[in-house]
């Protein structure tokens, strides 16, 4: 319980007792109610205790009632209800004066009402009250954790705190500057005049009391720390309401080390991302580059990377800014591949990734992973994200190479015109090394080649094409290449064997399957 005897007293049936003496000690905190049955009671009281008695050990001795006052008062109890009319007609003058020199309230309790009616209403009285305290505590704390989470601009964060809590704030620098207040001027000055502590501590001001709270800091351990000072409405909060001031403490804190997090981390990129943009067009050395990342910490050159090239085209300028944005975001905090790399660069309106070359077997392969991640929003984009994978690199003067790996891998596929929006260079390697040939060259061959196919009826010779297709797809697996036609193994192995008599091909030899792998990309670099 911890109203005030002011509060109590306003509480029925408690109000139609009188307060007779003490009103200088309204202000006492109640904590709990006592009833004085025996004579040594008053080495039973706790701090905040308000006593009702009937007077019955002391109705022949009005001194034992002053003394009783003083050691109450000296325990730090709230103060005494005395019921008269069954004792005492009226209480004794000299404990009326004690009462008012010690600032201990003395209440005439009413007659008609038992010490358990009295009891019972301030109990449901408390009870009331913390159940709007816990829900007014329940909505702040809901108000505070919305704002925690959201990723609106943060730029009025200290007003939006200030409003959810209904109290008066500020924030102190670390090295003593008002950084925001909303604290009337000079409410600060006794702050200012004690020494920082690392500690939560109370200040009792003129005008009511400070809570100030030390802010954690990302880099702790040099004396310095910023400060969150809220304003109490009065006295020390409960703890449930105490408990909000430290969550916003923590909040204001998280901002404030995020903006400086992000400067550093912004400024520390910057630097490594430009010099990589030299690299790249061969103006400086990789190894510049790599003392640049170890310099900043920066995760590149001490392990095998493997790098992605993330491209959004043929979408106009508000679109693909928004695409960007997002892809950013995944690539940043996506739970998937947050761990994985924090290496993203602006190359020309593209976005160069480095991750480590080994990923966790539980992610899966950089492909799949990457597959599996943007695919919503590969959607979205309607074919205009393209991300292309390196071969693994290995060392750190390779990196220009992977680029332009990235980039050919890029290229290829949209003059393939490949269907899946994640390409691996090695998927494309031998179009990009035989673009060079000569067109009329590449028709020859595949029609020289598949003409024992293509002469059979036109259903028939579909059904055989397609089976060769999806067996070289699929590295010779025949029982994935019969689960993607929809047939049993034995009909796949069955139209294989087929093929490979009217072509005159062995499928166990290397040249054979070469001259295969070879014929269907001068195919698909030839088709339309």
Known sequence: MYLTVEDALTI???SEGKLTAGRKGLGRIVKSVNVMDAPDISDWVREGDILFTTAYLMKDSPGDGVLLLRKLAEKGAAGIGIKLGRFWTNVPDRMLSEADRLGFPLIELPFPFTFSDQMKGLFNAELQKNTRLL?????????????????????????????????????IGMRGQTIFSSLAQGELEPLKQRPAKPTAQYIRTDSGRLL???????????????????????????????????????????????????????????????????????NVSADALVECALRHGIPFGSESYQCVLTSVSGTDGAKKERLVRAIRQELQYHPILKDVTKLHIPIEGDILSIFPAEIPP????????????????????????????????HQAGHLNQAYRECVDARETAERLMVDSFVVEFGSVELAYLFQSVPVDKMRRFV??????????????????????ELYMENNGQINETAKQLYVHRNTAAYRLEKIGELLQVDFKSFPHLLKLKLVLLFKSMLEP
């Not at 609106?152 to 705190?161: E, W, Y």
């Open 362 to 393: 539980a992610k899966g392969k950089l492909p799949a992973l990457l597959t599996r991640v943007f695919a919503e929003l590969a959607h979205e984009a309607d074919g205009s994200l393209r991300m292309t994978v390196s071969h693994p690199k």
């Open 135 to 171: 829900h007014s505590v329940l909505d702040k704390q809901k108000e505070l954790i919305r704002f925690a989470l959201s990723t609106d601009d943060t730029g009025g964060m200290f007003h939006r705190i200030h409003a959810i809590l209904g109290c008066p704030l500020a924030v």
């Open 212 to 282: 100030s709270i030390p802010l954690k800091s990302d880099k702790p351990g040099d004396g310095h720390f910023s400060r969150a000072v809220f304003k109490l409405a009065s006295g020390i909060p409960p703890k449930e309401e105490e408990g909000l001031y430290y969550q916003a403490a923590e909040i204001i804190a998280y901002h404030l080390n995020a903006v400086e997090r992000q400067y550093t981390e912004q400024s520390t990129q910057n630097e490594f991302a430009s010099l990589l943009r030299n690299y790249l067009k061969n």
């Open 12 to 14: 029925y049936p408690l």
């Open 447 to 468: 029609e020289m080649t598949l003409s024992p196919l293509q002469e059979k009826a036109p259903d028939s010779a579909h059904e055989l094409l397609r089976t060769l």
